[in-house]
Nanobody
Framework: QVQLVESGGGLVQAGGSTRLSCAAS????????MGWFRQAPGKEREFVSA????????YYADSVKGRFTISRDNAKSTVYLEMNSLKPEDTAVYYC?????????????????????WGQGIQVTVSS
């Protein structure tokens, strides 16, 4: 099993920046692709970004390209999401997720169904 715990976020003004962290545990965690998703009230869970186990391949939703950056530090068992130029529409609960599929060693997916382990979620609120 993989356990994921998000931290960071909170209340941020539009145009500002913040960083989310996802602390992971598990024997094989470092071999899993990791993703960030978000869910706003009344909306479906939405893909934000993903990163390959080695950190050398990333994937972003069009809505966050150029503003968000995903990274990971396997030595620290942590995945990060740097969020810049925040907009009110970025307001959501953000979830960290792990993809244990062998295919994730080579490619990334935006579909929540493909992710096996999830954090509890953390609120990010962007004020106008």
């Amino acid at each position: 099993q993989v356990q994921l715990v998000e931290s960071g976020g909170g209340l941020v003004q539009a145009g500002g920046s913040t960083r989310l962290s996802c602390a992971a545990s598990g024997r094989t965690w470092s071999m899993y692709a990791m993703g960030w998703f978000r869910q706003a009230p009344g909306k479906e869970r939405e893909f934000v970004s993903a990163i390959r186990w080695s950190g050398d391949l990333t994937y972003y939703a069009d809505s966050v390209k150029g503003r968000f950056t995903i990274s990971r530090d396997n030595a620290k068992s942590t995945v990060y999401l740097e969020m810049n130029s925040l907009k009110p529409e970025d307001t959501a609960v953000y979830y960290c997720a792990a993809d244990s599929s062998p295919s994730s060693h080579y490619s990334l997916t935006r579909f929540p169904r493909e992710y096996d382990f999830w954090g509890q979620g953390i609120q990010v609120t962007v004020s106008s």
